[in-house]
């Protein structure tokens, strides 16, 4: 029986994984009381007994986490985004290649994909990847998402009852352009040029819709290439062209662990759209995907589909 920690399990990816493992009976929890839960010799304990470490931490503190592993034993995998442009960490996203899903088994320090990347690199990447659109496209994009993956001080913001009317609006931030997933954006999909991203926060708990536009390219063109990437694959699916509802509502896959694509327009104008939970196949499930992965089990299991 494999033992797996935590590091950061109050949060609200570390909660979703903790929820996910409750009933596996392949693992062992390792658990640290309240009253250690921040002390640097237990979690450095934890860290190194345990043959996976989960870090659901803030950047600085999942890069001091791993300077306390002292053995060649112990798989990583950090939802924080410290490591994720880093070419000693294995990306976490099996399903673009099987040179990410081979480095993911092999690996032991492995960086879970964020939220709002996970959407964009679904679609982009395998249109750079088939010759669709060049590395030098200039790329537009935008991410609707729930308050959720703003954790536990957003949460209580969005679920005050004397908050701010606006909050039942749309909500869009990071506009000075620079949000933090862009690194891993530019660098996984092989970009030359960042693309332009807006993130929007919804009042809704989880889920999220991240729409890639692609002015001058054929939908059906887009759609074919996305579809036979992703053929076969468990947890990212492919919708018929133009979608599977004619609207996309963020919120549809909250609570689910896995990904739905979907191309959408016509033979000069495409919009690609990926409909996942942030807090799943955007950090938990990725993350236990991730996991079994490298446990070398099926792919799927305790997560949600």
């Known amino acids: 029986m494999k033992k797996v920690f935590i590091d950061g399990s109050v949060g609200t990816t570390g909660l979703r994984i903790r929820e996910r ?13 309240e009253k250690y839960r921040k002390d640097i010799e237990a979690r450095r304990e934890a860290l190194n007994v345990a ?24 798989t990583v995998i950090d939802t924080s985004t410290a490591h994720r442009t880093s070419d000693d ?53 935008f991410s609707l998402t729930g308050y959720s993956g703003g954790g536990k001080t957003l949460i209580a913001e969005y ?32 970009l030359d040029v960042p693309p332009v991203f807006s993130p929007v926060l919804g009042d ?11 002015p001058g390219i054929s939908a059906k063109i887009v759609h074919e290439c996305i579809g036979e990437h992703y053929n076969g694959q468990k947890l990212v699916s492919v919708s018929p062209i133009g979608g599977d509802e004619g609207v996309i509502y ?46 070398g089990v099926e792919e799927t299991l305790g997560l949600v589909l």
């Open 159 to 190: 679920e005050d009852d004397n908050r701010d009317i606006r909050h039942e609006s749309h909500r869009i931030y990071g506009t000075n352009l620079t949000h933090k997933h862009l690194p891993e954006m530019v660098k996984v999909c092989s």
């Open 250 to 295: 963020a919120s549809t896959y909250s609570g689910r662990d896995s990904m739905r694509i979907i191309v959408c327009g016509h033979e000069n104008q495409t919009t690609v759209t990926a409909l996942f939970d942030n807090l799943g196949k955007g950090a938990s499930g990725a993350a236990i995907q991730n996991m079994n992965i490298s446990l």
């Open 21 to 33: 493992l409750s009933g596996r009976q392949d693992i062992e929890l390792v658990n640290l009381s």
């Open 51 to 74: 043959d996976i470490s989960f870090l659901c931490l803030p950047d600085n503190a999942a890069v001091e986490a791993v300077s306390l592993i002292e053995n060649d034993k112990t």
């Open 204 to 214: 809704f708990y989880s889920g999220m819709a991240t729409s890639v536009m692609l």
């Open 89 to 141: 960490w294995t990306y976490g996203f099996a399903e673009l290649s099987e040179s990410h899903r081979r480095g993911i088994a092999a690996s032991k320090r492995i960086a879970n994909p964020g939220c709002h990347a996970s959407g964009f690199i679904a679609c982009v990447y395998p249109l750079v990847k088939h010759g669709i659109i060049s590395t030098e496209n200039h790329l537009c994009a």
